[in-house]
DNA sequence: GGCAGGTTACTCGGATAGCGATTGTCCGAGTTGATCTGG
DNA sequence: CCAGATCAACTCGGACAATCGCTATCCGAGTAACCTGCC
């Protein structure tokens, strides 16, 4: 079971985006340039972004990607949900209910037992996700990165805002 | 992200060897038959149970699969591992390192904080999946099947190993 | 000098190929139990 | 009647296709700013 390698690159991106000033947009092209990503599948997740409504986009000169909240309200699972779906990660196809011993039309109070189990580990996963937001990812991000990349992160920031 | 559909087969194939009385086995064509599954590809996924260890194959006539451990002793996590693998399922790339912005000496005290928390939620759901036992889902089937069925499987189980 | 129209450059968005992993299948290797034969 | 060898059937194990989803890319649609010329 592997995650979507667009993930990595949505929430850095926007871990990126928390940081733009009141009112900016920053283009894919930017993003992918910062990051040394390559910028039309970058544009495809940014997409995603946009019909999850975590993102919101706009057309022409000065335009581009932000925010469409605050990131204290924006949190890990929202991001991974926008990008590799909903589904569950355990699909139960009722095997219980074929083959010579089970007949079709048997009445079974509850889901399967081992769909449940695996459900309710699923859940734990997505608790964990929910709990973390964009802010603490940025704020880890800014305590963390050794001062020389902090520095050349905001030098690179006020060139591509100018 | 979507969980192996073997999964599932492995669990239910697990969970009905359990109820298997000591020294005997049961040959995959006998397991596909149960649960009206395509043998072809059930048996690639009892090899896989083989490889690691959870199932002991013996060839031949009265020949087959049983665990290799009693069921208390063998967890969700144990098939899951087994069948889709020990990777994580959230890969970082260590995007923070690349692009303008970041030099590729600089040494980073700890891993990308966007990856400890990814991994943290990783470690939740395994951990709730190796607290659930192959005992555990098979006193649950006992309990919560419908008693036809019970008693059909009961028959099948009797004309199967004579 | 101000305003309107056209032009240009910039950005997103959807349609379109390439590739790798999961899914699905087959046949050969190995083993066991039964059978047959000879003592 | 028993023991040993042979045989045949059964089961696993690895090698081999097909399908699906993720990865990657390109070009057209839309928009805002700017420039130019006229009033």
């Known amino acids: 079971m592997r995650l979507n390698e667009g993930v990595e690159w949505a929430v850095h991106s926007c871990s990126l985006m928390a940081s733009l000033p009141e009112g900016m947009a920053l283009p894919a092209?930017?993003?992918a340039e910062y990051f040394d990503l390559p910028e039309a599948y970058l544009a495809k997740i940014m997409q995603q972004l946009s019909v999850s409504q975590i993102v919101t986009s706009r057309r022409g000169p000065g335009g581009g990607y932000r925010l469409t909240k605050s990131p204290d309200e924006i949190s890990l699972l929202d991001i991974v949900v926008a990008?590799?779906?909903n589904e569950q990660c355990f699909q139960c196809t009722e095997i219980r209910r074929r083959g010579?011993?089970?007949s079709t039309d048997a009445i079974y109070n509850l889901p399967c037992g081992i769909a449940r189990s695996m459900w309710k580990a699923e859940q734990a996963w997505r608790n964990e996700l929910s709990k973390v937001s964009l802010r603490d990812i940025q704020m880890m991000g800014f305590r963390e990165t050794p001062k020389p990349q902090l520095e050349?992160?905001?030098?690179?920031?006020?060139?591509?805002?100018s």
Chains 1, 2 share one sequence.
């Open 29 to 31: 092209r930017k993003i």
């Open 83 to 85: 990008i590799d779906g």
């Open 100 to 102: 010579p011993t089970a």
């Open 152 to 161: 050349k992160a905001v030098e690179w920031f006020k060139e591509t805002l």
